[in-house]
């Protein structure tokens, strides 16, 4: 079983960074595609990043493209996400993804593993 941990969310102005961080605990799992997600409440999940096994390629919903960079280190079985320019939209819970191997890299339904969720909150 892989468990999946997230940190490095918190309250932050418009315009500031934040670093999230999501380990990976239990079986290594480093031949997957690593994703980011996050919903507001009442709404549904939404697709933000994602990155390939090997880190070499990395896709991004338009809403965050430019501000935002997904990473990973396989030899620490973690990925991240670096978040700039931080708007008052981009407040929500968000959720790391892991262990895709076949599949959308957009559709959350696809991702066997996910953590608990860290929460970003923005303020204006």
């Known amino acids: 079983q892989v468990r999946l941990v997230e940190s490095g969310g918190g309250l932050v102005q418009a315009g500031d960074s934040l670093r999230l961080s999501c380990a990976a605990s239990?079986?290594?799992?480093?031949?997957?595609?690593a994703a980011w997600f996050r919903q507001i409440p009442g709404k549904e999940r939404e697709f933000v990043a994602a990155?390939?096994?090997?880190?070499?390629?990395?896709f991004y919903a338009d809403s965050v493209k430019g501000r935002f960079t997904i990473s990973r280190d396989n030899a620490k079985n973690t990925a991240y996400l670096q978040m700039n320019s931080l708007k008052p939209e981009d407040t929500a819970v968000y959720f790391c993804?892991?262990?895709?191997?076949?599949?959308?890299?957009?559709?959350?339904?696809?991702?066997?593993?996910w953590g608990q969720g860290t929460q970003v909150t923005v303020s204006s």
């Open positions: 993804a892991r262990g895709l191997e076949d599949g959308s890299w957009r559709r959350g339904d696809d991702y066997p593993y």
């Open positions: 239990g079986r290594t799992i480093n031949e997957d595609v």
């Open positions: 990155i390939s096994p090997s880190g070499n390629s990395d």
